[in-house]
């Protein structure tokens, strides 16, 4: 379903960021907590903060790149800045939920 | 509405001293090159072998059964694992390779006309050929350590998964000029040691020194990211690998010069080196994110288990009583090489090849349109069958050939060819996705957006 401009809000750019998934897991950048900020600025303007899950991630311009293109595919949306960070940096504890259960993470065997 | 601008993707890190993502290597291409030829090498190696296996337990000196070990080693292993450094070094070090495409084509050139010139020559008695060959290989294999050690000079990393690298790469080197030197001895014999003990030595150069060294080193990349997991104990993995480097320069002399000594505690400080790795990797395993552990992974892990086996056993080889029974050697061989060195590459090359053939097909697709997962482009189940028969052939090849059962040489022969082709199929339908993504039509671009420049 298409936004118009005024309707472009973060939940649309973070649901834009879930269609980049990591090709290994197949866990999209959002729901494996690769994306520490998302801003709209005025103008249609999106500034992204992420991080990958290793400095020595090989998809890691795949994704970025990915990241770019899902973005400026929102209506509405007339600029993309994505940062890459490193800090903090990320572990597996940014995993939501739906990520953990995917990977048959058992919560009890990490809970310490 | 406005066209949207997009940025070009921030390639610098954000964090002093923290390396960027790098992008793939020609494409991937070159590595997809590399592996392809490794692969053709690995069925043609294949077939060999079973027909060697008809015609009765050979000699591990017989000129065929020299070919064919070369057809197995510089053309099957060593391709796969020449493609996936190229792609790795860049990765692994963060930092792009400081050589032009060109070089890196030549290096594939190199190596393919030098492997099928050394294969053809050592299983024909044409020496020279096999010599030309030989220094064609050797060429590509010291431009890789230039390569290799300039991209690790320029890195920051310094941890024994960097290491790793550069030292492989340069017993690779010494590997393939000690097979010249030993082409030159039989020119004109100049060398006054006995042969057989100098061509233990050539073969251990590549075996522990180049593969193994390798291995103890890139698994502790590789592991951790496709299971999502964080290296644990370190200094076990950086101990490990000391280990069996101190060990495999007290061995590898003690070998060409018939020091038993020296010998004998090289291979003991190889086995302490793997136990260290070995327990690093337990630990590593034990803590991972992803629960499910995948055929490929099961099929590397069977390697190195099957590795570390072949370990010890070359270790008791080393005592005299082992050498009296005839065939241990040649059991050895297979159980390092197409047990240990196989199940453990071809288990990794599972996660590898998928993975480049999606950054190559799919990778740039992503963020416009939906695209199949890398571990999808072929269902598991061939590959979870292959380790289990790999395993097989190999348990009872390695049997038949200590005890001198022919027709138990044969039948394991027959079940690894069976083996073989069913990793090629599940290869197959991987890299059909070369040649079928392009039936989707043209890349989709987002809605009022432009590319990126470059």
Known sequence: MNHPVSHCDREHLLNACRQVFDPEFGINVVDLGLIYAIDLEAGGHVRVRMTLTSFYCPAGTIIIDGVHHALAAVPGVTSVDVQLVWEPLWNPDRLSPDARERLGWDETAFSE | ?????????????????????????????????????????????????????????????????????????????????????????????????????????????LHTAGVLSLVTGLAT???????????????????????????????????????????????????????????????????????????????HLGLGGYFLTLIQGVSFQLVPLFTLGQLQHPERVARGLLASQVGLAMLIPGLAWAQPGLRIAGAGLVIIGLAFSGSALVRTLAARRRQPVDASLRGYLAGLGLLATGAIGGLALLFPAATTHPGTTLAYALLLVTGGLTCTVLGMLGRILPFLVWMKCYGPRVGRGPVPLASNLAPPGLESTWWRLQLAAVAILTTAAALGSESGFAAGGALLLLATVLWLVHAARILRHLVNAGESGPLPVPTGASHPSP
């Not at chain 2, 949207?4 to 954000?14: D, L, Q, V």
């Open chain 2, 125 to 203: 008695g044409n020496y020279v050929g096999a010599a030309i060959g030989g220094s064609a290989i050797a060429a590509g294999a010291c431009g890789l350590l230039i390569v290799t050690v300039r991209t690790f000079r320029a890195s920051r990393r310094r941890d024994a998964v960097a290491l790793s690298l550069p030292l492989s790469a340069g017993w690779l080197a010494a590997t393939t000029s000690a097979g010249l030197i030993l082409a030159a001895n039989r020119h004109h014999p100049f060398l006054p040691w006995s042969v057989l003990d100098l061509l233990k030595a050539h073969a």
């Open chain 2, 1 to 109: 509405m406005a066209a949207a601008t997009i940025s070009p993707a921030p390639r610098p890190a954000a964090m002093p001293g923290a390396p960027g993502p790098m992008a793939l290597v020609d494409g991937a291409r070159l590595p997809l090159v590399f592996i392809g030829f490794g692969l053709a090498a690995f069925a043609a190696a294949a077939c060999w072998l079973t027909l060697e296996t008809w015609r009765g337990i050979p000699s591990l000196h017989h000129p065929r059964i020299v070919g064919l070990a070369h057809l197995w080693l510089p053309g099957f292993l060593l391709s796969i694992c020449l493609g996936a450094s190229y792609q790795l070094l860049p990765v692994l070090l963060g930092s792009p390779l400081p050589v032009s495409a060109t070089w890196r084509w030549i290096h594939l050139l």
